[in-house]
């Protein structure tokens, strides 16, 4: 499906490209703590873990953005809201070094937190994570500010990444109110390449396409219900019974690669895309998020879809060999993947 022409086309197309990612940014945050240093608490006994470093990164549809980023695309715009707290300030300054992320479609509210996985790693080892989220519905003037800069942006954008991470219903940035907005703006320039991922609701987006993984796919029993699949991020074909709404569905499927669903004619059409082969230790620790912003770059490249998934396959299989760290797929590493490959 690709061809060494194909992948300089989008190495060399996107930074000319203005993608926009709607959604929630999180600040992930890692405390390195050196074991040689620990010492006793005074007060209570306990071990008094010793931090050595502070790493701050941008998460959640900040994992996009840098991958987006590192791929060359020109200018990339999120919207999304983050707290007026000093974790907001880091998720900025940890932005500010990605010089292709413009800012103007961050809302900083002081009636919201800025959701944050603080991940305290002793040596090699994580600890228990310690997490900030917002567990309130989103205020009605926040959504109305996000649906504001969404329609003000649409015109520049080339497509559009929508990533609902939270799990907590409308306690984020993609509530029903602002993924209703999403659908008509779809629906009316249907040409624009808009994707939406989703831990729990991929079934509630209309009119834009969907990436599901195992875990987010249902049968019809399960989507009744509302319980996700068994089996983790692989599946069979007993978890596409029903496939959630839109007109392509590209369900990601580890080692398998991608199916990819056209539902545009009705009756659903499947091409499988199959994965590259990967020797070796993997971490498949944002590997979605690559493959989003590998998809999203092909499409503003103008490949064809199936172009776009394998594209996005080749930039996943150099992520997911990152060991320890939310891997990122530069033009170079891009470039000598393919010739591995190709």
Known sequence: MLTTDLVERVL??????????????????????????NEPSVETGLTAYQVVKVRSYPGAAGTVINNLAALGVGRIYPIAC??????????????????????????????????TYTKPMLGKDELNRLDIKNRTPTPDGIQSRIIELLDAAWPQLDALLVLDQVSEEDCGVVTARVREHVARLAERDSDKFVMADSRERIYQFRNVCVKPNGNELKSSRELSSQEPTGGGAVYDDADLKILPPGPLVFATNGEQGIRLFDTRKGEPVLTSVPAYPVAGPIDICGAGDSCSAGIASAMVSGLTHEQAAAFGNLVASITIQQIGVTGTA?????????????
Do not use: C, M
């Open 330 to 342: 530069p033009p170079e590493k891009v470039r000598a993947r393919w010739r591995e490959v190709g």
């Open 82 to 115: 983050i707290g007026d707290d000093g974790e907001g300030y880091e998720l900025r300054q940890a932005l500010r070094t990605l010089s292709a992320v413009e800012q103007g479609g961050i809302i900083q509210s002081e009636a919201r937190r800025t959701p």
């Open 12 to 37: 060399t197309t996107i930074p000319g490209r203005t993608i926009g990612v709607l959604g929630d940014l999180f600040l992930d945050r890692y405390l390195d703590i050196d074991p040689g240093l």
